[in-house]
């Protein structure tokens, strides 16, 4: 069974909310993490959103779901090693109920000889990937290796 949560952040005319979507894989249930309000501040003649505030709105609703969720990280393995010395503690689908279900202290170690050595995908990205104007679903398929500028 599938089990996934993802962190939405919704933002109205009145209200912001940042909410967590709990996925079993069978159904959704939605937990609102952290709502506040939203109201327009007059800037030059015109009415904008306190995007400032809305910024540190969210980082605290972030802040709470860090208080609820967590991400383990382990010892990088041999090909994510040259970029970082940790990585994400993966656990596959099939293994999801035997890791929330179990009060074995070894599981840990158990499940992660489980593991496939290098479970994610490498590959290069273009350079559009940096600059946040840019949005495509292109800019995460493989592209050729670019030339080093310098």
């Keep these: 069974m599938a089990h996934r949560v993802h962190l939405a ?5 009145e209200s ?12 959704l249930r939605l937990e ?22 809305l910024l540190a ?12 969720f967590v991400l383990l990280t382990t010892a990088a393995n041999p090909g994510v090693a040259p970029i970082h010395d940790r990585m994400p503690f993966i656990v596959r689908d099939n293994q999801f109920d035997r890791w929330l279900n179990n009060s074995d202290p070894q599981l840990p170690s158990s499940i992660f000889h489980l593991l496939d050595k ?28 670019e030339k080093e500028l310098f």
């Design 9 to 13: 952040i919704d933002l109205g005319a």
């Design 16 to 27: 912001g909310r940042v909410i967590a979507g709990l996925w079993n894989g069978k159904s």
């Design 32 to 53: 609102e993490l952290h709502r506040f309000p939203n109201g327009p501040v007059p800037l030059a003649g015109t009415l904008r959103w306190n995007v400032l505030r």
């Design 57 to 68: 709105e969210i980082q605290n609703g972030l802040a709470l779901a860090e208080k609820c």
């Design 118 to 145: 290098n479970p994610l995908d490498f590959y290069a990205v273009s350079r559009k990937v940096n600059n946040v104007r840019n949005e495509s679903p292109d800019l995460v398929r493989p592209a050729a290796i």
